[in-house]
């Protein structure tokens, strides 16, 4: 997510490295680059040129202190800025109401239907909600069949009516039912065009009217940066929706959408996609997404992720067993089960600051961890509960039984060693504070 404006942005920082002060020629030369960088990245024209006129003003008035690089204090400005273009603060979805109803609406092909699925899961797993999905894409019988087989997967009931073509109707019956039938949210998915046309827009227009949602949002594929934009502004201006939707977040995107689109449509963001998964959504956070986009990583994010996944009692077991010396193969293929419930591996190690810069080129599937589970998978009962057994020919029996060979077998026999030590040393406190003292010896200035 948005790597070469990460890397354009690093350069555009260099040019003040080395520099002891701030002056107006070499913040010209920085904030060149930052607008070349924006402009590389599909921001609207208008939205680079005020962005860094405002980073220059705010610039050229700041005095740096002794303890702040000119450098420093420039990436400081553009983190603030890229928040307020980015909507200053998240923006909480409006579902209060008897029930609450929110209307998708968008261009076919921008993940309106996937994304009414990945609502539904959000709303569900998270904010403890009943949901009723409602199929009123009566153009494209897929996306009904499509809306149906998500609401089986997250065992969420799906309305629809394939006999009635009208979506007005089809809307209105739902809410009546969702009414009748107890439920929190009513999630209605609409039918989408290849382009902007009056027939279309008359039609969700209509349905707004009658159903009259508590919450609008406007469904948009990021990786159209300015046609994402403009396609907004059309549509902000028929049915004055509430809130953007960023798909497919996760592709080669450029990012010019998530920075353009709260400057000339002024809605917020209120979700991101960054996956196909059903889990793959997350809301919009202008302040982290700062960070990214300046390499500083997401740490809360995936704090967050980690706590999603957390089971106190299970993690008091794991200790037990951890000072006890017992840490075994179940145990380590739980917590290996447990990282791979929270999300791409490769995203989540850009979450890391400084891993985003390193992860780069590195190519990492996201069944990463499918050579490690098949050998587990292949050892015996008693040699996962019991890592002491291991010798020369149970490792040969299990490299054959998961289809890899001995020096990979080996590879995660020293990784285990490596993680049980770690543990071990992470559980005692004391462990924790002497090498606290040693990296503090180590490390000038800490």
Do not use: W
């Not at 009123?136 to 897929?142: M, S, T």
């Amino acid at each position: 997510m948005f790597e070469n404006l990460t890397e354009k942005f690093e350069r555009a920082f260099k040019v003040l490295k080395g520099h002891g002060q701030i002056t107006e020629i070499n913040v010209a030369e920085t904030l060149k680059e930052v607008r070349r960088a924006l402009l590389d990245a599909d921001v609207n024209f208008k939205t680079a040129k005020d962005f860094t006129n405002t980073v220059k003003e705010k610039a050229l008035g700041r005095d740096v202190l002794k303890s702040v690089s000119p450098s420093q204090l420039m990436v400081k400005i553009c983190h603030e800025e890229l928040v307020e273009l980015m909507g200053g603060n998240e923006t909480e979805i409006n579902i209060k109401g008897n029930p609450g109803i929110v209307l998708m609406s968008g261009l076919q092909g921008s993940g309106k239907t996937t994304f009414s699925g990945k609502l539904a899961s959000y709303l569900k797993t998270k904010k403890g909600k009943n949901v009723l999905l409602v199929a009123c894409d009566v153009y494209r019988p897929a996306a009904i069949d499509q809306l149906h087989v998500l609401g089986e997967q997250l065992s969420v009931e799906v309305y629809s009516n394939k006999e009635e073509k009208d979506p007005v109707k089809i809307a209105t019956a739902a809410v009546q039912y969702a009414k009748s039938k107890g439920f929190n949210v009513v999630i209605v998915d609409t039918a989408g065009r290849l382009a902007i046309d009056e027939q279309m827009m008359d039609e969700i227009a209509r349905v707004k009217e009658a159903i009259q949602p508590t919450e609008t949002l406007f469904v948009v594929d990021s990786m159209t940066g300015q046609d994402a934009v403009q396609t907004a502004k059309a549509f902000n201006e028929k049915i004055n929706f509430d809130g953007v939707v960023l798909t497919k977040l996760d592709g080669d995107t450029r990012g010019g959408a998530a920075l353009s689109i709260k400057a000339i449509v002024e809605k917020p963001i209120k979700f991101v996609g960054t996956g196909e998964k059903m889990d793959a959504l997350d809301v919009f956070y202008p302040s982290r997404m700062a960070d990214r986009i300046l390499g500083m990583g997401d740490v809360v994010s995936l704090v967050e992720r980690a706590q999603e996944q957390f089971n106190e009692e299970e993690a008091r077991k794991l200790q037990k067993r951890i000072q006890k010396d017992q840490f075994d193969f179940n145990d380590f293929l739980g917590q290996l089960q447990q990282i791979k419930k929270m999300g791409n591996v490769k995203d989540l190690m850009g979450m890391i600051p400084g891993m985003g810069k390193a992860m780069k080129d590195v190519e990492i599937e996201d069944d990463a961890f499918k050579h490690i589970e098949a050998i587990i998978l292949s050892m015996t009962p008693k040699e996962r509960s019991n890592p002491a057994l291991m010798n020369g020919q149970r490792k040969i029996r299990i490299a054959k039984g998961s289809g890899l060979n001995i020096q990979e077998v080996n590879k995660l026999m020293k990784q285990f060693e490596d993680t049980k030590k770690m543990m071990k040393m992470m559980s005692n406190p004391k462990n924790m504070m002497n090498m606290m003292k040693q990296m503090k010896g180590g490390m000038p200035g800490m």
